[in-house]
C-alpha cells in the first residue's frame, strides 16, 4: 500500500510592489517570483556531477535571470551570466557536469527550453544511499544589502543556525507562516510521529505554477524513473488500481472502483484540489465509454442503473492544475 503524505513544503518566494499577469489570467505573480524551482533529486541533492536543476519561467513575459545565483547546503552551484534570458514559459535545465567537461555553456533546447551545463562544484556524495536534510535555493544578487530570495524549498531536520537566514527572510516576507507547526517538510521531519520518506521516491517536482499554490508548496515526491528533466511538468505516472483485476461483485450495489496515487503530495492544498476521472466501458480500448465521473477521493461507484450484470472495463487519471496522469492500464471487472 503506498502511502500519501500530507504535509507543508515551505516555498519561499520575493514579495514586491509591481505585478504581472497570473499564468492562467487568475493571481498575479508578483515580481521576482516568474522563475521557480520546477524538478529536482533530492539525492544525490543538487550540484555534484550528474545532478541537475529545472527552472521555470511561469509568466508569459521574458526574465533575466542574470547574476542570479542556485546555491544548495551552504554551496553556490551556478551563477548565471547577465544577460540570461528566459522566455514566457520556458524551462531552464542545469545540469552539473565533470569539473574537467569544459566551461559554463547554454544551448536552446526542445519545446522552448534552455539547456546549461555547469562543472560541479560539489563532490558527489559517497556515504549510505539515503537522503540527507538539505535546501535548494534560487537567488537574486542585488548591489546593496542581502541577497533576495526568488525561490526555495528546504527538506529533513537540522540545526536551526544551519538555515536560520533563510527561514528569517521567509518568514519577514510573509512566506512563512511564523506559528507554523510544521515548518520543515518533505519526510525526515523533527516529529518522530511523522511519516518518513517512501522508500526509491527522490526527485521532487512542482505540480501546480499557479501563485494561489505558491505558500502551500504544490510539490510532489517521485520515483527517479519517473522524472522530466528539461520537460514540462504535465504527465505523471498512472494511478495504481486498488481494485483487483479480474474481479466480481453484485451489480444490484453498483460497481465499486478504486486507484491510488504511486506518488506522494506534499500539501492538503493540492489534494482537496486534485481530482480523480474514472470511466466505465465494455471494451479495453474504451472505444464506447458507457460513464464518466470525477471525484476527490480515489474511491467512486457507479450507480446500479450503468451496471446491469456482465463484463465492465475500468481505468482512472488523477489531474490538479495543469498536470495530469497517465491512464491508469484498464482493469476488468464482472457484476453479477
Known sequence: ?????????????????????GPDGGQAIPPGREVVLSEFPLF????????????YNRSTEEVDLG???????????VTFPKPFLVPGRALVLVRFISPRGGPWKVEPGPANSLLVESPAAVPLYTGKPRVKPGYLALERAVDNGLDELADY????????????????RAIKAGIWDRAASKPLCVGLTPNPAEVPLPPGQMVC?????RPQFDQSAALTLLHPRDATPGQANRVLPAPVPTVEDGSATYAGNGLAVGCELPFCLLSDEVVAAGRYRFQLARDPQFAEVIATAEAAGGQYTFPADKVPPGGYFVRCQWQVGGAVTAWMPPIYIRAR
Open 1 to 21: 500500500m503506498r502511502i500519501l503524505l500530507s504535509c507543508l513544503l515551505p516555498l519561499v518566494l520575493l514579495v514586491a510592489p509591481r505585478l504581472s499577469a
Open 44 to 55: 544525490p541533492a543538487p550540484g555534484p556531477e550528474g545532478t541537475w536543476v529545472e527552472l
Open 67 to 77: 547574476r542570479a545565483f542556485l546555491s544548495a547546503n551552504g554551496h553556490r552551484l
Open 153 to 168: 524549498v528546504r527538506w529533513g531536520r537540522f540545526p536551526q543556525a544551519s538555515d536560520q537566514s533563510y527561514q528569517g
Open 205 to 209: 517536482m512542482r505540480l501546480d505554477f
